[in-house]
C-alpha cells in the first residue's frame, strides 16, 4: 500500500472516532450525561438498540449494493420491493385469520412464500425490463427503476388504501439483565437479517453460483469468454436483490408501521449505507448499516433536540467519509 | 407558431378576466349545478384521517342531492387530490378557485396544509369551514374568510394535563414531530403545564418521516426519571412509540398521544399494547354527547363506509352542515354574502353548536379518551366521562 493510502487509512478511522465522541462531547455539555450506573445501562440498551437496527438496515443495503455491484445498476425502486415485502407478509400475517380460521401465520414463516415470491418478481423486472439497458448508460435503469417504483406505490395503495399497518409480533421486552431491556421482535429480526446476509454472503464465496456472479461483477466479459451465462447471471442478482429486499420488508413489518408511501425512506437508507460502505462492497453494506445505526441512536439520546438532528449527523459523517475515501469504508477504487 | 402562442394567450386572459371580480354565481353554469370543490390527501401520511374527512363530505353530497339540493341547485364534488403535499394543495386550490370556479369551497387535512392554502383562499375572498385544522395560529393572523369547528391544537393535550395533576404526576416529557400541528400542541401544553406546576423535563420535536425507531429519544427520557409522556403525534409515530415503550420495559403513569390513538385503526392493529393509551378526540360516536342528528349521522356514515365515523368524519360532516345552513341564510352562493353568514350564525350540528368569535374561532370543546378494551372511553372532561380513568396504568409486566 501506497503511503498517501495509508495515511488516509488513519485518518479516517480518526475521522469516524470524533464522529462518534461528538455526541458524547454534546452530551456532556448539555447535561444529558449522568454519572452513575443506570445511565452507563441506558448507554448500553441505546448502543445495542442501535446495532440492531443496523440489521434491518443492513438488510435493505445488501440488496441494493449486489444490485449495483454486478450491473451498475441504481435501482430506485428497492425501497419499494421493501415496501412490498412488508404488505406480502402482512397480508399472509392475516390471510388465516380473513380466512376465518381464528389464527395468524408466523411472520417469519411467511418468508418461505415471500422471498420466492419476490425473486421472482426481481427476475421479471430484470428479464422485461432492464437486461436490454445493463452496460449503457447508468441514467436509462434509474428512470426505468423509478417508473417501476411509483407504478408499484400506486398499485399497492389501490389495493390496500394508505392506511399504516403493522403487524404485533412478540411485542414484549426481552430482559438481557435487571436493567437492560431490547424487543422480543428486535432480537429476532437482528438474528434474521444475521443469518440471512451471512447465508448469501457465504453463498457469493462458496457456491459455484455465486463466485459467477462475483466474477460477473468484476469483468462482464472476461465472465462471458470463461462460459458464465451473463444474461442470466443478472437475473439471479436481481431477483436475490429483490429477494433480500422483500427480506427487509417482512423485518419492518413486525417491528414499524408502513404504508404505501414509506418506501422512499428504505431506498434513502440504502443509499446512504452503500455509500459509505462502498458502493457493491457486500460486507461494506453490513458495515456501513451498523455504524449509520449506532451513529444515529447515539445522537438521539445523547444531544439535545437530537431525534430532529439525526439525519444530519448521518449524512454529515457520509460526506466526511466520502472526502476522505471516495470509494466508501470497504469499496475498491474504480479505475 | 408566434401566432399561436398569441391566441393561447388572449385565450387566457380572455378567460380569467370576468372573475376578477367576487361574485361568481352557480347560474353561470348550465344545467342548475353548483360545484362544491377542495384537495384533501387521498394518498400520503395524511391519507387516514383526511379519507375519513372525504368520506363525509361525499355523503353529506348525497344526501344534499336527495334533499333537493342547495338553492334548488344540484351538488356536484369534484375532490383533488394534495398527496399530503402543502405545495400540491397550494396549486390544486389556485386551480379549484381559477379554473375549476367552484361556487363552495371545501378545506384540506391539516393543520399545515390548511395554514398555507388558507393564503390563496384569503386572496380570493373564498369563505372556507377549516374542518382539518385545529391550529390557533391560523386565525391569529387576521383573515377574514376562514371559520373553525374544531377545538384548538393548543387544547389537545389539556385534559391529559389535568389528569396528570390529578394522579400526582410531577415530571413529564413533551414530543411530537416536527410541523405546525404538532408544535402548537406543544405550545399549548407548556402553558397548561407552566399553570398546573409540571414540570417539563424533555421537550424534542423529532424529524418529520422519520425511519420509526424512537428508542434513542425515549431511552433518554426514561434517563430523565420521566413520569408521563405527552406525545404530538399522528397514527405512525404514535404507534411506534407506544410499541417502543413496551420493548424497553419502561413504565411510565401513562402515555397521551393526539392523533394517533383517536383512529380506529390504532386500537386494532396494537392490540393490548394500545390498552390505556390516552388520547384526544373533537367528538366520539356516543348518544350522550346529546348533539341533534347525531345518531341518522352515525347509521348513515355506517351503512354507507362499513365503519364507525370518528371525529375527523365528524367534523367534516358538521362543516358541510354549516356551510348548508349558511348558504340557506345568505340565499346565494356569493362569497361576501357566504362569509356574512358564516361569521353570524348559530348551527346546531351532530358536533356541537357552532358559533363563531370575530376572529373566526369556535369554542368547542374535546374530549379526552382511554383505549379500554379497544374501544375509546371518555375520561375528561369529567362531566362527560364515560368511566374513571384507569392511571397510573398497569405495569407492563402486570398485564
Same mark, same amino acid.
Given at each position: 500500500?501506497?503511503?498517501?493510502?495509508?495515511?488516509?487509512?488513519? !485518518?479516517? &478511522?480518526?475521522?469516524?472516532?470524533?464522529?462518534?465522541?461528538?455526541?458524547?462531547?454534546?452530551?456532556? @455539555?448539555?447535561?444529558?450525561?449522568?454519572?452513575?450506573?443506570? @445511565?452507563?445501562?441506558?448507554?448500553?440498551?441505546?448502543?445495542?438498540?442501535?446495532?440492531?437496527?443496523?440489521?434491518?438496515?443492513?438488510?435493505?443495503?445488501?440488496?441494493?449494493?449486489?444490485?449495483?455491484?454486478?450491473?451498475?445498476?441504481?435501482?430506485?425502486?428497492?425501497?419499494?420491493?421493501?415496501?412490498?415485502?412488508?404488505?406480502?407478509? @402482512?397480508?399472509?400475517?392475516?390471510?388465516?385469520?380473513?380466512?376465518?380460521?381464528?389464527?395468524?401465520?408466523?411472520?417469519?414463516?411467511?418468508?418461505?412464500?415471500?422471498?420466492?415470491?419476490?425473486?421472482? !418478481?426481481?427476475?421479471?423486472?430484470?428479464?422485461? !425490463? !432492464?437486461?436490454?439497458?445493463?452496460?449503457?448508460?447508468?441514467?436509462?435503469?434509474?428512470?426505468?427503476?423509478?417508473?417501476?417504483?411509483?407504478?408499484?406505490?400506486?398499485?399497492?395503495?389501490?389495493?390496500?388504501?394508505?392506511?399504516?399497518?403493522?403487524?404485533?409480533?412478540?411485542?414484549?421486552?426481552?430482559?438481557?439483565?435487571?436493567?437492560?431491556?431490547?424487543?422480543?421482535?428486535?432480537?429476532?429480526?437482528?438474528?434474521?437479517?444475521?443469518?440471512?446476509?451471512?447465508?448469501?454472503?457465504?453463498?457469493?464465496?462458496?457456491?459455484?453460483?455465486?463466485?459467477?456472479?462475483?466474477?460477473?461483477?468484476?469483468?462482464?466479459?472476461?465472465?462471458?469468454?470463461?462460459?458464465?451465462?451473463?444474461?442470466?447471471?443478472?437475473?439471479?442478482?436481481?431477483?436475490?436483490?429483490?429477494?433480500?429486499?422483500?427480506? &427487509?420488508?417482512?423485518?419492518?413489518?413486525?417491528?414499524?408501521?408502513?404504508?404505501?408511501?414509506?418506501?422512499?425512506?428504505?431506498?434513502?437508507?440504502?443509499?446512504?449505507?452503500?455509500?459509505?460502505? &462502498?458502493? &457493491?462492497?457486500?460486507?461494506?453494506?453490513?458495515?456501513?448499516?451498523?455504524?449509520?445505526?449506532?451513529?444515529?441512536?447515539?445522537?438521539?439520546?445523547?444531544?439535545?433536540?437530537?431525534?430532529?438532528?439525526?439525519?444530519?449527523?448521518?449524512?454529515?459523517?457520509?460526506?466526511?467519509?466520502?472526502?476522505?475515501?471516495?470509494?466508501?469504508?470497504?469499496?475498491?477504487?474504480?479505475? | 407558431?408566434?401566432?399561436?402562442?398569441?391566441?393561447?394567450?388572449?385565450?387566457?386572459?380572455?378567460?380569467?378576466?370576468?372573475?376578477?371580480?367576487?361574485?361568481?354565481?352557480?347560474?353561470?353554469?348550465?344545467?342548475?349545478?353548483?360545484?362544491?370543490?377542495?384537495?384533501?390527501?387521498?394518498?400520503?401520511?395524511?391519507?387516514?384521517?383526511?379519507?375519513?374527512?372525504?368520506?363525509?363530505?361525499?355523503?353529506?353530497?348525497? /344526501?344534499?342531492? $336527495?334533499?333537493?339540493? +342547495?338553492?334548488?341547485?344540484?351538488?356536484?364534488?369534484?375532490?383533488?387530490?394534495?398527496?399530503?403535499?402543502?405545495?400540491?394543495?397550494?396549486? +390544486?386550490?389556485?386551480?379549484?378557485?381559477?379554473?375549476?370556479? =367552484?361556487?363552495?369551497?371545501?378545506?384540506?387535512?391539516?393543520?399545515?396544509?390548511?395554514?398555507?392554502?388558507?393564503?390563496?383562499?384569503?386572496?380570493?375572498?373564498?369563505?372556507?369551514?377549516?374542518?382539518?385544522?385545529?391550529?390557533?395560529?391560523?386565525?391569529?393572523?387576521?383573515?377574514?374568510?376562514?371559520?373553525?369547528?374544531?377545538?384548538?391544537?393548543?387544547?389537545?393535550?389539556?385534559?391529559?394535563?389535568?389528569?396528570?395533576? $390529578?394522579?400526582?404526576?410531577?415530571?413529564?416529557?413533551?414530543?411530537?414531530?416536527?410541523?405546525?400541528?404538532?408544535?402548537?400542541?406543544?405550545?399549548?401544553?407548556? $402553558?397548561?403545564?407552566?399553570?398546573?406546576?409540571?414540570?417539563?423535563?424533555?421537550?424534542?420535536?423529532?424529524?418529520? $418521516?422519520?425511519?420509526?425507531?424512537?428508542?434513542?429519544?425515549? /431511552?433518554?427520557?426514561?434517563?430523565?426519571?420521566?413520569?408521563?409522556?405527552?406525545?404530538?403525534?399522528?397514527?405512525?409515530?404514535?404507534?411506534?412509540?407506544?410499541?417502543?415503550?413496551?420493548?424497553?420495559?419502561?413504565?411510565?403513569?401513562?402515555?397521551?398521544?393526539?392523533?394517533?390513538?383517536?383512529?380506529?385503526?390504532?386500537?386494532?392493529?396494537?392490540?393490548?399494547?394500545?390498552?390505556?393509551?390516552?388520547?384526544?378526540? /373533537?367528538?366520539?360516536?356516543?348518544?350522550?354527547?346529546?348533539?341533534?342528528?347525531?345518531?341518522?349521522?352515525?347509521?348513515?356514515?355506517?351503512?354507507?363506509?362499513?365503519?364507525?365515523?370518528?371525529?375527523?368524519?365528524?367534523?367534516?360532516?358538521?362543516?358541510?352542515? =354549516?356551510?348548508?345552513?349558511?348558504?340557506?341564510?345568505?340565499?346565494?352562493?356569493?362569497?361576501?354574502? +357566504?362569509?356574512?353568514?358564516?361569521?353570524?350564525? /348559530?348551527?346546531?350540528?351532530?358536533?356541537?353548536?357552532?358559533?363563531?368569535?370575530?376572529?373566526?374561532?369556535?369554542?368547542?370543546?374535546?374530549?379526552?379518551?382511554?383505549?379500554?378494551?379497544?374501544?375509546?372511553?371518555?375520561?375528561?372532561?369529567?362531566?362527560?366521562?364515560?368511566?374513571?380513568?384507569?392511571?397510573?396504568?398497569?405495569?407492563?409486566?402486570?398485564?
Amino acid at each position: 500500500m501506497e503511503q498517501a493510502e495509508i495515511r488516509r487509512v488513519y !485518518l479516517l &478511522g480518526a475521522f469516524i472516532v470524533a464522529a462518534f465522541a461528538t455526541p458524547f462531547a454534546v452530551g456532556a @455539555w448539555s447535561g444529558n450525561i449522568f454519572y452513575d450506573r443506570q @445511565w452507563l445501562m441506558d448507554l448500553i440498551t441505546v448502543c445495542l438498540n442501535g446495532l440492531l437496527q443496523g440489521g434491518v438496515y443492513a438488510m435493505y443495503g445488501v440488496g441494493l449494493t449486489l444490485i449495483f455491484g454486478v450491473m451498475r445498476i441504481i435501482n430506485v425502486a428497492h425501497g419499494e420491493i421493501v415496501m412490498l415485502g412488508a404488505y406480502l407478509t @402482512w397480508v399472509l400475517f392475516n390471510a388465516p385469520e380473513y380466512l376465518g380460521l381464528g389464527w395468524h401465520l408466523d411472520p417469519l414463516l411467511t418468508m418461505v412464500i415471500t422471498l420466492p415470491i419476490a425473486f421472482a !418478481l426481481g427476475f421479471a423486472i430484470q428479464k422485461v !425490463l !432492464l437486461n436490454a439497458v445493463v452496460g449503457g448508460p447508468e441514467l436509462t435503469p434509474l428512470l426505468i427503476t423509478f417508473g417501476v417504483g411509483i407504478a408499484m406505490i400506486n398499485l399497492v395503495e389501490w389495493i390496500f388504501t394508505t392506511d399504516y399497518h403493522t403487524i404485533p409480533y412478540q411485542p414484549d421486552a426481552f430482559h438481557i439483565t435487571e436493567t437492560i431491556f431490547v424487543g422480543k421482535n428486535k432480537i429476532i429480526s437482528f438474528a434474521m437479517a444475521l443469518a440471512i446476509s451471512l447465508g448469501v454472503f457465504l453463498f457469493l464465496k462458496l457456491h459455484r453460483l455465486g463466485k459467477a456472479i462475483r466474477a460477473t461483477a468484476q469483468n462482464p466479459e472476461v465472465a462471458m469468454v470463461c462460459g458464465i451465462d451473463v444474461q442470466r447471471i443478472y437475473l439471479v442478482t436481481f431477483g436475490l436483490g429483490a429477494a433480500l429486499a422483500s427480506a &427487509g420488508g417482512a423485518l419492518v413489518s413486525i417491528q414499524f408501521g408502513f404504508n404505501p408511501e414509506t418506501g422512499v425512506q428504505y431506498t434513502v437508507v440504502a443509499f446512504a449505507i452503500i455509500v459509505l460502505g &462502498g458502493r &457493491g462492497h457486500y460486507l461494506g453494506a453490513m458495515l456501513g448499516a451498523v455504524l449509520l445505526a449506532v451513529l444515529e441512536n447515539l445522537v438521539s439520546f445523547m444531544v439535545p433536540n437530537g431525534s430532529a438532528m439525526v439525519e444530519m449527523a448521518a449524512y454529515t459523517m457520509i460526506v466526511g467519509v466520502l472526502l476522505i475515501r471516495p470509494q466508501g469504508l470497504l469499496g475498491v477504487k474504480e479505475t | 407558431m408566434k401566432q399561436h402562442i398569441w391566441g393561447m394567450l388572449t385565450v387566457l386572459l380572455g378567460a380569467t378576466l370576468p372573475f376578477s371580480g367576487s361574485t361568481v354565481l352557480a347560474d353561470h353554469r348550465s344545467g342548475n349545478v353548483v360545484l362544491v370543490g377542495g384537495a384533501i390527501s387521498q394518498t400520503g401520511r395524511y391519507a387516514e384521517p383526511a379519507g375519513r374527512q372525504y368520506n363525509s363530505v361525499k355523503l353529506w353530497v348525497d /344526501q344534499v342531492n $336527495q334533499r333537493g339540493g +342547495l338553492l334548488g341547485h344540484k351538488v356536484l364534488l369534484t375532490m383533488l387530490d394534495d398527496k399530503s403535499d402543502t405545495q400540491t394543495a397550494i396549486k +390544486l386550490y389556485e386551480k379549484l378557485i381559477t379554473e375549476d370556479k =367552484v361556487d363552495l369551497l371545501v378545506g384540506p387535512y391539516s393543520s399545515g396544509i390548511t395554514d398555507a392554502v388558507a393564503n390563496v383562499t384569503e386572496r380570493y375572498h373564498m369563505p372556507i369551514v377549516a374542518y382539518g385544522a385545529a391550529s390557533a395560529d391560523i386565525w391569529e393572523r387576521g383573515r377574514k374568510y376562514i371559520f373553525a369547528v374544531n377545538d384548538i391544537a393548543e387544547n389537545y393535550q389539556k385534559g391529559a394535563a389535568h389528569l396528570a395533576k $390529578q394522579i400526582g404526576v410531577k415530571r413529564i416529557a413533551i414530543i411530537g414531530e416536527d410541523s405546525l400541528f404538532p408544535r402548537m400542541s406543544r405550545k399549548g401544553l407548556e $402553558q397548561w403545564a407552566k399553570q398546573l406546576g409540571l414540570q417539563v423535563v424533555v421537550a424534542e420535536n423529532y424529524a418529520t $418521516q422519520k425511519q420509526g425507531d424512537y428508542t434513542a429519544l425515549l /431511552q433518554k427520557i426514561k434517563a430523565q426519571r420521566v413520569e408521563a409522556i405527552f406525545s404530538n403525534s399522528y397514527f405512525d409515530d404514535a404507534a411506534a412509540q407506544i410499541r417502543q415503550l413496551r420493548e424497553m420495559n419502561y413504565d411510565v403513569k401513562f402515555f397521551a398521544s393526539t392523533v394517533g390513538p383517536g383512529l380506529p385503526r390504532f386500537a386494532k392493529d396494537l392490540g393490548p399494547t394500545a390498552e390505556y393509551v390516552l388520547g384526544f378526540s /373533537q367528538w366520539e360516536p356516543n348518544l350522550s354527547l346529546g348533539h341533534p342528528g347525531m345518531k341518522e349521522f352515525i347509521d348513515a356514515y355506517k351503512a354507507r363506509y362499513g365503519t364507525e365515523p370518528n371525529y375527523h368524519s365528524a367534523s367534516a360532516y358538521a362543516s358541510m352542515q =354549516v356551510f348548508e345552513a349558511a348558504v340557506k341564510q345568505a340565499g346565494s352562493f356569493d362569497r361576501e354574502k +357566504l362569509r356574512d353568514a358564516l361569521s353570524t350564525i /348559530q348551527v346546531r350540528t351532530m358536533f356541537g353548536t357552532y358559533k363563531v368569535d370575530e376572529k373566526g374561532m369556535t369554542n368547542h370543546e374535546g374530549l379526552t379518551f382511554q383505549i379500554r378494551n379497544g374501544k375509546r372511553m371518555i375520561v375528561w372532561p369529567p362531566h362527560l366521562a364515560e368511566v374513571k380513568p384507569i392511571l397510573p396504568v398497569p405495569k407492563w409486566s402486570e398485564r
